[in-house]
């Protein structure tokens, strides 16, 4: 079996780990990276001993590259994308896969065209308490689905992150929102129709360096999301209350014959909970040991295994986008007032193969 060469654009501050998971893989080659900030690159490039790109057309000149790896900032996300499919080369890409959705139809239409593929993070909900969560749901263990909560309290980004203007003007709904909005869409499906609400509880911040700055989008998101079959999920996002403060977070299923409580939508080790109706919730085992915290590569590692194998890749640009439709419809819906319908749908990942 021969090696899927894989290369990063963008070298900030996640870029770290997604290298040192697909330096892992003995079946993926960690061939280089590139960033606009060359001193980047190179520290990045040195640390796995691969090349630093100087430029993005550097590197799509590589006919060793199959697969880009976008991880620059998320107002970039588009223009490399589309850079990435024009030049030939499959494409995973961090979140969100674009800030408005006829961009993301637009590069999953491009990828079809192509005959390319497209992935998109967030993949936690390939992690192993999340797969258990979702082969509990397809088996009906807590009967028919009807209330869905899911909790992001991301705390305040400016006092941990050097750079956190960036992820503030974006906001947390389109940050954050993203990782249940996946995860329960694995669960359920397509949503089509969004209501929601929007405030901003602290706008005046000041940076790690004490340079100040004021917030331009609401870091308190609510969203009231509507599933086809009915099922409601409401969403509360915030960069404001730490989640080390709070016992809101994760993600509850409720259904007719009980609740499934997954603790926590980010790490593949997150607690996992199942109660019968009016019974106090005791926990699940997952299927297989838990990776602990995120393995940040395990997406672009089926992505990669999909293409040699002829088979769909489990996150798909097509549920990235509609994840994205669903974000901007609750920004207009906070912005205007009122429902918004959704139009798009996509087929749901098929579980991993030690979860089916």
Not at 305 to 333: D, F, Y
């Amino acid at each position: 079996m021969g090696t899927t060469g894989v290369a990063i654009v963008g070298c900030g501050n996640i870029a770290q780990r997604y290298a040192a998971d697909l330096a892992s893989y003995p079946e993926i080659e960690l061939r280089g990276v590139q960033d606009v900030d060359p001193a980047r690159a190179g520290t990045l490039a040195a640390a796995h001993g691969v090349r630093a790109y100087a430029t993005m057309d550097e590197l799509l000149a590589d006919p060793g590259v199959d697969i880009v790896v976008n991880l620059t900032a998320h107002k970039a996300h588009y223009e490399v994308i589309r850079r990435a499919l024009e030049a030939g080369r499959h494409v995973h890409s961090e979140k969100p896969l674009a800030l408005r959705y006829e961009e993301a139809a637009e590069l999953v239409t491009l990828a079809g065209e192509r005959g390319l593929r497209l992935g998109g993070a967030p993949a936690t909900f390939l992690g192993e308490s999340q797969q258990t969560a979702l082969k509990l749901l397809r088996e009906e263990a807590i009967g028919r689905v009807r209330l869905v909560y899911a909790e992001v309290n991301w705390g305040r980004i400016e006092v941990w992150h050097p750079e956190p203007v960036g992820f503030y003007e974006v906001g947390a709904l389109f940050d954050v929102g993203v990782y249940p909005l996946t995860i329960a869409t694995a669960a359920l499906g397509p949503a089509r129709r969004v209501t929601a609400f929007s405030s901003t509880l602290h706008p005046q911040r000041t940076r790690l360096d004490g340079l100040p700055f004021t917030l331009t989008t609401p870091d308190y998101v609510v969203a009231n999301i509507e599933f086809e079959g009915g099922v409601l999920l409401r969403l509360t996002c915030d960069f404001y209350v730490d989640q080390r403060n709070t016992h809101q977070k994760g993600m509850e299923f409720h259904g007719d014959g009980g609740s499934l409580l997954l603790r926590g939508w980010h790490d593949f080790d997150a607690p996992l909970e199942i109660a019968a109706f009016r019974e106090e919730p005791r926990p699940v085992k997952p299927l297989r040991e838990p990776y602990a915290g995120v393995e940040w590569g395990r997406a672009v590692r089926d992505l990669a295994a999909a293409i040699r194998e002829r088979r769909p890749h489990r996150a798909t640009g097509q549920q990235a986008a509609h994840v994205v439709e669903i974000l901007c419809a609750a920004r207009a819906s906070y912005e205007k007032g009122g429902t918004v319908e959704l139009v798009s749908s996509f087929e749901p990942p098929a579980p991993m193969s030690w979860a089916e």
